[in-house]
């Protein structure tokens, strides 16, 4: 029998013994309106295999929508984000083509591809496809630093209020630089075989400006400027 789906007017009143996904908070799913959650088992079990499947973090973009933040943010009639069934994934460190092919295989039947924002929306169905496909990357990704929002997420401070707040700001600071950095990724790697020549570049400018400052100084002393 599987589990019942359960509704809470915010996501601070989930049981702690209740939240059973490690790598997520009930703060990422709830809606980004109200604070509200409809927790649906199946679908969170999914996310939870996917990123386990993926072994790097997921950033949510969106997951449970209340029916009027829905409306809100011009959200389908009939979205499955309202269902808490679907979840737009950043992929800003992720290969759409490799993270595509792992929803398919942990059980996501639906896809909607929006490369232009950056994301990928998933959920359990029914199955179908639409949005433009995200063009293939240039370069690989850099090595993924421990995920610090897991880390909040995993000690629960998302959930309390005070100090807990405080980490909740902190939470979104670093899941934003995480996703900056991620994105500045594919700028700054064509860039590593020339870092050498970059470095001495610059060496060679800092030396002609002292130069150039050390000049001035001189032909102002000789001059009784100084």
Known sequence: MSDPIRSFR?????????????????????????????????????????????????????????????????????????????????MSNHDPLAFEAAAREVGFLGFGFYPRSGFIHLDLGPGRVWGERFPVRATAFAAETPPAREAIAQSRTLKGTGAAGVATVGAAGVEVAQEVLAEAQGAILPLVPHLDILRWLFIALALGGIAVAVWARMDDWKKGLR
């Open 10 to 90: 915010h996501f601070r009143d989930v049981p702690d013994g209740l939240w059973r996904w490690k790598n997520f908070s009930p703060a990422e799913i709830a809606c980004r309106g109200t604070g509200q959650l409809k927790l649906h088992p199946e679908a969170l079990d999914k996310l939870q295999a996917l990123r386990d499947r993926l072994g790097k973090p997921l950033i949510v973009r969106s997951a449970y929508r209340s029916p009027e933040h829905n409306r809100n943010v011009g959200g389908a009639p009939r979205s499955k984000h309202m269902d808490g069934t679907a979840f737009d994934i950043a």
